[in-house]
């Protein structure tokens, strides 16, 4: 049994040594090994390689080494095919430990004491009890969920919306078209945890922003699609945005010129909200190659319609 990995090369021998260590019948190869395309029978990748069909033939599964596969162009994988979205507990740990880090620093005016400091002030500011913070989740998958609830935890009044109906203890749970009018309304801090999918591209543009009271803060650690960077540039300079925290842009890394870098109430960050780890990454996608072997459903299966 061979298994291709195609990505970073030193994260690749990582991978390798963890799949010796706990899948030795497997034959792995890191994308520059010399192997024969024809025996593969599993590939993972951040970008897919073009013509799959024609360059591994006999390839039975695809696996995206992220929790997401916009990235990918699934028309240009068979439909015969599974592709598999990345499941595994460091994505989680990693993606609720900077969301829970960006929210309590918006709830706490970090980014305002910061600008203080610069200019030398000593100004204290009411600390607003997290009760009254009303912080909204676009996306209930299972980031979504798990940054829920933690931030629930914290004692914050929590709200997720989803496309179709949730249940979360604790959270009030908004769906469809309708739901996301009510939800935006009541929702102080704005975080973004979509799938990037035809129809979520953009959605962070000026129309949404209108619909958040005015001062709101907004986080996005979906995708750099979502957000349409010129209408987040002027809610903030009228004031419908207080701040924003953004940690994936539609060009990246972003160029010298770009108006994020230096801008006072926008925090940016390289797209390092969450990273996949290669032990825990390791240990998913060998359980789903034995899940696969014994004929049992995979995990993070992809439903090609949705897009996730």
């Known amino acids: 049994m061979h298994f291709l990995y195609k990505g970073d090369i030193a994260r690749g021998e990582r991978w390798r040594a963890v799949f010796a260590r706990l899948a030795p019948q497997v034959q792995f190869h890191n994308w ?3 192997y024969d395309a024809t025996r593969i029978r599993y590939l ?9 069909a024609r360059r591994f033939p006999n390839v039975e599964v695809v696996f995206s080494v992220g929790a997401g596969v916009d990235q990918f ?12 979205r990345m499941i595994e507990p460091g994505l989680e740990a990693g993606m ?8 309590l620093s918006l709830h706490r005016d970090m980014h305002r004491y910061r600008r203080q400091q610069q200019q030398r002030q000593w100004i204290e500011h009411t600390v607003m009890p997290a009760a009254q913070r009303r912080i909204g989740v676009l996306g209930m998958g299972v980031l979504g ?13 929590c709200a997720g919306w989803s496309r179709s109906p949730q249940v979360l203890d604790g959270v009030t749970c908004h ?3 309708d739901g996301l009018q009510r939800f ?8 973004c945890l979509l799938p990037l999918t035809e129809s979520t591209s953009g959605i962070l543009d000026a129309d949404l922003m209108a619909r958040l009271p005015r001062g709101a803060t907004l986080i996005n650690v979906g995708r750099g699609g979502h957000l349409v960077e010129p209408d987040l540039l002027a809610a903030l300079a009228s004031g419908q945005l207080a701040h924003a925290v953004v940690d994936v842009l539609n060009q990246e890394p972003a160029p010298p010129g770009h108006p994020f870098w230096d801008h006072p109430d926008i925090t940016l960050t390289p797209h390092i909200a969450s990273m996949t780890q290669p032990d825990t990454a390791c240990e998913v996608v060998i359980a789903n190659l034995r899940r696969h072997l014994d004929g049992q459903p995979l995990q993070g299966l992809v439903d090609r319609q949705r897009g996730y």
């Open 32 to 34: 520059t090994d010399d």
């Open 44 to 52: 993972a990748a951040w970008l897919p390689p073009d013509d799959i």
């Open 73 to 84: 162009d699934l028309a240009a994988i068979p439909g015969h095919i599974p592709v598999v």
């Open 96 to 103: 609720v430990q900077y969301v829970c880090g960006a929210a």
């Open 145 to 157: 969920r798990a940054v829920l609830e933690k931030l629930r935890d914290f004692g914050f009044d």
């Open 175 to 177: 769906h469809g078209a």
């Open 184 to 191: 935006l309304a009541r929702t102080d801090m704005l975080i």
